[in-house]
């Protein structure tokens, strides 16, 4: 293969022998010159917007100054070569027509406009807490002396209905004698009245924390207790304990702080602009580094109203199941938000000119006055992919293929940026908006190289042929 010195070289000299060839007339030249088969051909009818040098286009030359005699580089001194006016209007449609063999040597493919089920992903960092429902605070419901602990130490499992610790509690001795007496009491009025005494008497005890079994076994037996046992609530894990055995506790002293990591919080945080893309329930991937090769799924149960104004993100809470305990509270892990286009079961009413048109109902599309729409399930869209669409700022552009070498360049309309999973391939795409139809194949490879050709026009386009070659 050439290299690409040798290639501009003999591009140079071939466009020498073309302006040489050509009438004096530099205008008239560029109109007349014929091109070869094997160059890039820029459809143009505008007049010349400046003039520059095929080997130094920062060189340019105003038309009045060409006119004047500046007619040639005044770096290499070669004859200067005309830039149509419609090289920089967005609002024009361009076509250019390129070469069996130059498409070759650029590696030129399409791809088709098609409906495809997009989806967005968002990826973040959330923090594990705790499950606010699933913490418990293990309380004093009468004063006492703690006599016994059975839990002595903070990160202690238990099980629901196990004893936690014994208290001794004059009141509590008072209470038991007060339901004695009420017994006794009922038993002479039975045959008189109806006495509530009993009942009133057992409420006390469970208010203050005494189960049906330690108040049946009283009743039973007639034996007063001086130590009562506390017995947790729920299983889980003690994450506080603020009692040590000897201790006088008062009512309403906070004993112990139960936990059930079995089921834990991720709190992340996503920008203002991503909240279309997370609802209630959605299903989200957690990963971590502790289990690089698992993913674990979690559901989204609150995102906050609120956006923190420093930050601009909205705090979002996944659900997640720690059946396996896995997780601890404090670690970090990476949270993958995975937002499908619409519903499957769902479906809407399309245009394929007119792409970002979705009706519940059949018709005729209303911005191009009469195009038929389409029945399309609901997540599916019309898509383009990214490496087809050309960001120049104020405007996208895309070129179209026309068949047999010709190409079309469009300003086109795009939506946010999605993905379309194939055979394991994530591939980039945009959701297209307008100024292409379904159907219509676009420049999917090398579109960037379509676009600075048309920079150029006439015999520049022609000096910078060699761009298409590959370099050895």
């Known amino acids: 293969m050439k290299k690409y010195r040798l290639a501009a070289l003999l591009t140079l000299v071939l466009l020498s022998l073309v302006i040489i060839s050509c009438d004096s007339n530099p205008k008239a030249a560029s109109v007349e010159d014929e091109h070869d088969n094997n160059e890039l051909v820029v459809v143009e009818e505008n007049g010349v917007k400046y003039w520059t040098c095929g080997m130094h286009p920062s060189v340019k030359i105003s038309v009045e100054a060409y006119e004047n005699g500046e007619t040639k580089c005044p770096i290499c001194v070669m004859d200067l070569v005309p830039v149509q006016e419609n090289r920089n209007s967005d ?72 004893p936690l610790l014994e208290i001794y509690s004059p009141k509590l001795i008072a209470a038991q004698e007060e339901l004695l007496s009420a017994i006794e009491t009922d038993k002479i009025l039975q045959d008189r009245s109806n006495n509530n005494l009993v009942q009133a008497a057992e409420k006390k005890l469970r208010l203050w924390g005494i189960t049906t079994k330690q108040i049946d076994f009283l009743k039973e037996h007639k034996k007063i207790e001086d130590k009562f046992v506390i017995y947790a609530q729920q299983s889980g894990t003690v994450i506080k304990k603020n009692i040590n055995q000897g201790d006088y506790i008062k009512t309403g002293s906070k004993l112990f702080t139960i936990a059930d990591l079995r089921s834990l919080w991720v709190m992340a945080e996503i920008y203002d602009y991503e909240m279309n893309l997370v609802s209630m329930n959605q299903e989200v991937n957690i990963s971590s580094q502790a289990y690089p090769s698992k993913i674990f799924k979690g559901d989204i ?87 087809a669409v050309i960001d120049v700022g104020r405007q996208k552009l895309a070129y179209v293929d026309k068949g047999n070498g010709n190409y079309e360049r469009r300003i086109i309309e795009v939506g946010s940026e999605a993905y379309f999973k ?9 959701e297209l908006i307008s100024g292409l139809m379904v159907g219509e194949s676009v420049v999917s490879n090398s579109s960037f190289l379509f676009d600075s050709q048309t920079q150029l026009s006439g015999a520049a386009a022609g000096a910078y042929g060699g761009s298409l070659h590959e370099e050895d």
């Open 301 to 387: 149960s609150f995102i906050e109203p609120v956006v923190n104004p420093k930050t601009q993100t909205v705090r979002i809470r996944i659900e997640l199941d720690n059946s396996q305990e896995k997780f601890r509270p404090g670690m970090s892990v990476n949270a993958d938000i995975i937002s499908y286009f619409g519903k499957e079961d769902e479906f809407y009413y399309g245009c394929p000119m007119h792409t970002h048109i979705h009706q519940s109902e059949p018709g005729l599309c209303e911005e191009c006055g009469g195009m038929k729409l389409v029945k399309t399930p609901g997540n599916l869209v019309a898509a383009i992919p990214a490496t």
């Open 91 to 162: 609002s024009e449609n361009i076509s250019l027509n390129v070469s069996e063999l130059e498409r070759k040597i650029a590696n030129v493919k399409t791809e088709e406009i098609a409906y495809l089920p997009l989806y967005k992903e968002i990826t973040t960092v959330g923090d594990i807490e705790f499950n606010e429902k699933k913490v418990e605070s293990i309380t004093a419901r009468f004063p006492g002396r703690v006599e016994k602990m059975f839990v002595d130490f903070t990160g202690q499992k238990v099980h629901q209905g196990e």
């Open 422 to 430: 194939t055979d394991n391939v994530v591939v980039k795409y945009y």
